[in-house]
């Protein structure tokens, strides 16, 4: 339970964000461009700011945070945000690609951390549309075909081992058509899992544990009935003393 759960996610967003913003400005500063060192200092101070004890726990008065908190976190997060951009496109001029074929848009995907990693990539098929891709293929800066996902407006792949403080470079082009009468998606979901102690079953429909048997008890855990592992969201009446007092709650939603 919390009150203003929005100034604690700003304050993550807030400090993550401007992490990356540090990393990458600085590796386009390394080659040329000037560091945005007050930029990156007044979103600092505003992130900083709102860690002050009676606004970060959510007890400070309402117009506090509609009037002050959110604004300058918005405002932190948009130079954040720039300071990446700018630096990104920075970057990428001095970037030599390898020859690709006419239709291919080479994308560089930036690893702010200072280990390797791996991570899903998202970009929005509205961008790769006035390049002419409307069914997209990924490549790695190897030329092999990367696996894909279009996820409503977006299209994922993963981007594994990018180094260190680095980039790596992977190509997306037009995909060639799917054959008639071919279906690519799965055909069966393993939503069962066994291990030595317990015996666990997922609903294919919602994710929610429908079956968890205790092997070494002999015990169902669960009613048969419910579904466990599922959120629910408990809307709480408003009321003068939300902040330290639980008050009627009037919905719950899965």
């Known amino acids: 339970y919390t009150t203003h759960a929005d100034i604690k ?28 060192l007050k930029e990156i200092e ?14 970060f726990d ?25 300071a990446i951009t700018d630096a990104g496109k920075y970057l990428s001029t001095r970037v030599k690609f390898g020859p690709a074929k006419k239709g291919t848009v080479p994308v560089l995907v930036f690893n702010a951390l200072s280990w390797e990693r791996n991570s899903v990539i998202e970009i929005e098929l509205a961008q790769l549309n006035k390049y ?47 054959a008639a009468g071919t279906d690519e998606s799965p055909k069966n979901i393993n939503t069962c899992f066994e291990t030595d102690g317990y015996s666990l079953q997922f609903d294919g429909g919602t994710g929610g544990i429908c079956r968890l048997f205790d092997k070494k008890s ?6 048969g009935f419910d579904l466990g592992n599922i959120f629910k969201l408990y809307h709480e009446v408003p009321h003068g003393m939300s902040a330290w007092d639980i008050g009627r709650v009037d919905a719950v939603k899965n």
Not at 44 to 55: L, M, P, R, V
Not at 60 to 74: C, F, G, L, P, R
Not at 140 to 164: E, H, W, Y
Request: aromatic share 10%; net charge neutral.
């Open 58 to 82: 959510g007890t400070a008065i309402h117009s506090s945070y509609q009037q002050y908190s959110n604004v300058i976190a918005e405002k932190a997060l948009n130079i954040a945000d720039k």
């Open 218 to 223: 002999c015990r169902e855990l669960m009613n």
């Open 9 to 36: 996610k700003y304050n993550r967003l807030g400090e993550n964000t401007l992490l990356n913003a540090e990393a990458i400005s600085a590796a386009a500063a390394l080659h040329g461009m000037k560091y945005p």
């Open 42 to 55: 007044t979103a600092w101070q505003d992130t900083c700011f709102n860690q002050f004890h009676d606004i």
């Open 132 to 178: 002419g891709i409307t069914s997209v293929q990924v490549t790695d800066s190897t030329g092999k075909p990367v696996a894909t996902q279009v996820n409503g407006t977006r299209v994922m792949f993963l981007a594994a081992g990018i180094p260190a403080i680095g980039y790596t470079t992977y190509y997306l082009s037009q995909s060639p058509a799917v």
